[in-house]
C-alpha cells in the first residue's frame, strides 16, 4: 500500500513491453527513453538472455526480464509493480493462446491501469487470418475489465527491407495488382505506442493506423526510382507466385498464406484509406514512403 501511494505521489509508472526485441518493441522503446528521462521504469519483455543483453547494452536505463507466452507461469514475475502494458503479439500461428496468457496475467497482478494491444487495421471485420488472431485477442481483452487501447497497424514501409533485392534488379514484385494503400512507418508506430503510454485520455479507445498517402504499385515504384536514380518497375506477381516466393525464403505456410489475403485486401482496395488517428497520436505529421526510403537508400541501391 505505501509503494502504491508513493507511486502515485511521484506519477511513475512501471511500463511492461511484451515482444520488445521485435522492431515495434524496439522503436517503442526507443520513443520511450527518448521521452521519458528516466521518469518511468521501461521493463522489457524478452524471450531469450541474448535479447535481453542486447537490449540492456543499447539502452541501459531499461529492466529486462525473460518469458515464455507458452508457458503462463513465467509471466508473474515480469508483471511485479506493472501499471502499463504494451503487447505485441508475435509472428506465431497461436497468437490468440499468447494473448489470453498476457492479459490473465494482467488481470491477475492487480495494478495493471492500462492495457495497450498492438493490432491490426480491419480486425473489427475478421475477414481475413490475421484479422481474426488479433480480434481474438482485442475481444478477450475488452471482456477482461482492464482499461483497453487497441494500436491498429497497416503494412509498414520498412516491410519494403524484404523486396531490397527485386528494388536493385529493376523491380517491385508486391501482388497487390491495381490496388492501393497507405505503408506506415515503424518508428512512426513506436512513437505513437510512446505517446499513449505516457498521456492519458486512451482509455477503451480503438485507433487505425495507416500511412500518410495512398499509394499504388505504380507509384510505390516511381518513389523508389525517385530516391535511388534507376528504373524501378512495378510488377504485380500472380498469388502462386507469391506464394512460392514467400514459402522459398523460409515463412511458414500459414503466414505465407495469411499475407496473400492481406494482399488481395489491398488489391481490391478493401484498405484504400488514410486514417487520421496517426497524425493525431504523433502531434505531427506522418513519414511518407519517400523519407523512409531516402533515409534507407543503401538497402535499395
Known amino acids: 500500500m505505501l509503494k502504491e501511494i508513493w507511486r502515485k505521489i511521484m506519477n511513475k509508472h512501471t ?6 526485441a521485435g522492431n515495434n518493441g524496439i522503436a517503442t522503446i526507443e520513443a520511450l527513453v527518448n521521452k521519458q528521462q528516466s521518469k518511468d521504469t521501461i521493463r ?3 524471450r531469450s538472455a541474448d535479447k535481453a543483453l542486447e537490449l540492456e547494452q543499447k539502452y541501459p536505463s531499461i529492466e529486462t526480464v525473460i518469458i515464455d507466452l507458452d508457458k503462463p507461469e513465467t509471466l508473474p514475475a515480469a508483471y511485479h509493480g506493472v501499471t502499463k502494458v504494451f503487447m505485441i503479439p508475435g509472428n506465431v500461428e497461436n497468437r490468440k493462446a499468447h494473448a489470453k496468457n498476457a492479459i490473465d496475467a494482467a488481470v491477475k497482478v492487480g495494478t495493471v491501469e492500462q492495457f495497450l494491444f498492438y493490432s491490426v487495421v480491419g480486425a473489427e471485420y475478421e ?3 490475421f484479422a481474426r488472431q488479433f480480434r481474438a485477442g482485442e475481444k478477450y481483452l475488452e471482456q477482461s475489465g482492464l482499461n483497453w487501447t487497441h494500436l491498429r497497424t ?3 514501409q520498412d516491410n519494403f527491407f524484404g523486396w531490397a533485392d527485386g528494388v536493385k534488379q529493376g523491380g517491385l514484385y508486391l501482388g497487390i495488382r491495381d490496388g492501393s494503400f ?3 512507418n515503424v518508428a512512426d508506430i513506436g512513437e505513437m505506442a510512446a505517446n499513449i503510454l ?6 477503451n479507445k480503438a485507433y487505425n493506423i495507416t500511412g500518410p498517402k495512398l499509394l499504388s504499385g505504380e507509384d510505390m515504384a516511381k518513389v523508389f526510382s525517385d530516391v ?3 528504373e524501378v ?3 504485380s506477381p500472380t498469388q502462386e507466385q507469391t506464394l512460392d516466393s514467400l514459402l522459398s525464403t523460409g515463412w511458414p505456410e500459414w503466414q505465407a498464406k495469411g499475407m496473400l489475403e492481406l494482399f488481395e485486401v489491398f488489391a481490391t482496395n478493401q484498405a484504400a484509406v488514410v486514417s487520421p488517428d496517426g497524425e493525431h497520436l504523433l502531434g505531427r505529421p506522418m513519414t511518407e514512403l519517400k523519407g523512409f526510403l531516402t533515409n534507407n537508400k543503401a538497402a535499395f541501391v
Request: no cysteine; proline share 3%; aromatic share 10%.
Open 198 to 203: 505516457i498521456t492519458s485520455g486512451h482509455d
Open 154 to 156: 497497416i503494412f509498414f
Open 233 to 235: 518497375a512495378y510488377v
Open 127 to 129: 475477414a481475413i487470418l
Open 182 to 184: 497507405a505503408p506506415l
Open 44 to 46: 522489457a519483455a524478452v
Open 228 to 230: 535511388t536514380g534507376k
Open 15 to 20: 511500463i511492461l513491453i511484451i515482444g520488445a
